[in-house]
């Protein structure tokens, strides 16, 4: 258990709707970040969020934006879902800026 | 383009017996990290690398970073069918992993008892 939850496991919703995954990071970690990972594409890396501030920017389609809360827990918001979106989508945080990312179980977005 | 290229893609041999799982790029990384995936969950962290040359050990596993900080390979002496899964490597092309982590696709291995 790296400590990261994300929530929803799984999600079924139709094309054109939109959804938000949500995610907590581990006790004490102030950086975010939001990966895409696809059987074509692999993990990609989507949007870094630090101490509730966007920090970078990756792959992100502009359908997709993300926050980061008082709080630290993030939430992805997926618009206009296309068949293309499906895929797993993972959080992952660490304490700073740093390169030690523990990543979260991911949440499988399926778009019928 | 892929930054990171891992070879092989797939790696099906028997159990005790030894592999090398390469990962490649012509960018140069501050610091690089292997991942091990299991099906439907999460990446977790194994080791990260940070100094040219650097090696680390873990049990039975072996890390290192090339000197030139742009390659890695990954050993594993007497394999277990325990070391199944997806083995990826990622790769901070900013100082401290701000830009996110670059991943290679991953090399799938499958250990026979």
């Known amino acids: 258990d790296s400590g990261v939850t994300q929530t929803p496991k799984h999600l079924i919703t139709a094309t054109g709707q939109r959804v938000t995954l949500r995610c907590s990071p581990r006790s004490g970690d102030l950086s975010v970040y939001w990966y895409q990972q696809s059987l074509d594409q692999g993990l990609q890396f989507l949007i870094q969020y630090y101490n509730g501030e966007e920090r970078a920017k990756g792959n992100i389609l502009e359908r997709f934006s993300a926050q980061q809360f008082p709080d630290l827990h993030s939430e992805l918001n997926l618009s206009s879902l296309e068949l293309g979106d499906s895929a797993l989508y993972f959080c992952?945080?660490?304490?700073?800026?740093?390169?030690?990312?523990?990543f979260g179980p991911g949440t499988r977005l399926t778009v019928t | 383009t892929q930054l990171l290229e891992q070879s092989p893609q797939f790696l099906s041999i028997q159990e005790g017996e030894n592999l090398t799982v390469y990962c490649n790029s012509s960018?140069?990384?501050?610091?690089l990290q292997w991942y091990r995936q299991e099906p439907g969950e999460g990446p977790v962290l194994l080791v990260t690398v940070v100094t040219g040359g650097e090696v680390k050990k873990l049990k039975r596993l072996t890390f290192q970073f090339g000197d030139a900080r742009k390659d890695s390979s990954l050993h594993i002496t007497a394999a277990q069918p325990g070391d199944t899964g997806l083995y990826l490597c990622?790769?901070?092309?900013?100082?401290?992993?701000?830009?996110?982590?670059?991943f290679g696709k991953g090399t799938h291995l499958i250990i026979q008892p």
């Open positions: 960018s140069v990384f501050s610091s």
């Open positions: 992952a945080s660490s304490v700073e800026q740093g390169f030690k990312q523990y």
């Open positions: 990622a790769g901070a092309l900013g100082g401290g992993g701000a830009d996110g982590l670059t």
